[in-house]
C-alpha cells in the first residue's frame, strides 16, 4: 500500500516561517522525483517546488530565494521549508510522487497553510 502523509501545516503569521514534511511508505523513495503543490479553492493546482531522485531543485518563481525543498532518503521524507511566508501562499499543500519510467504518480492527502495575521 502507497501512502504519502503530508505534516506540519497550520497557521503563521506573515513574514513567518513553516516546515512541511511529506513522509512516503510502499514505493523506492529514492527512485522518485518528489515534488510539492499547491491549490486555493477555485484556481488550479499550482507546482511549486520538485526535487529529482539525484537532488536537484526548482521553484516556480513567486516562492524562489523563500521556500527550499529537501529529502531524506534515509527517512522517505521530503520536506518544504518555507520562509517570509505571505498571504498569497495559503493554500492546501500536497506532496506528490512521480515516477517516470514506467510512469508512476501518487499523492498525499493536503496539508492546510494558512498565512494571516
Known amino acids: 500500500q502507497v501512502q504519502l502523509v503530508e505534516s506540519g501545516g497550520g497557521l503563521v503569521q506573515p513574514g513567518g516561517s513553516l516546515r512541511l514534511s511529506c513522509a512516503a511508505s510502499g514505493i523506492s523513495f529514492s527512485a522518485y522525483a518528489m515534488n510539492w503543490y499547491r491549490q486555493t479553492p477555485g484556481k488550479q493546482r499550482e507546482l511549486v517546488a520538485s526535487?529529482?531522485?539525484?537532488?536537484?531543485?526548482s521553484y516556480t518563481d513567486s516562492v524562489k530565494g523563500r521556500f527550499t525543498i529537501s529529502r531524506d532518503n534515509t527517512k522517505n521524507t521530503v520536506y518544504l521549508q518555507m520562509s517570509s511566508l505571505k498571504p498569497e501562499d495559503t493554500a492546501v499543500y500536497y506532496c506528490n510522487a512521480v515516477r517516470p519510467l514506467p510512469f508512476r504518480t501518487y499523492w498525499g492527502q493536503g496539508t492546510q497553510v494558512t498565512v494571516s495575521s
Open positions: 526535487i529529482t531522485s539525484g537532488g536537484s531543485t
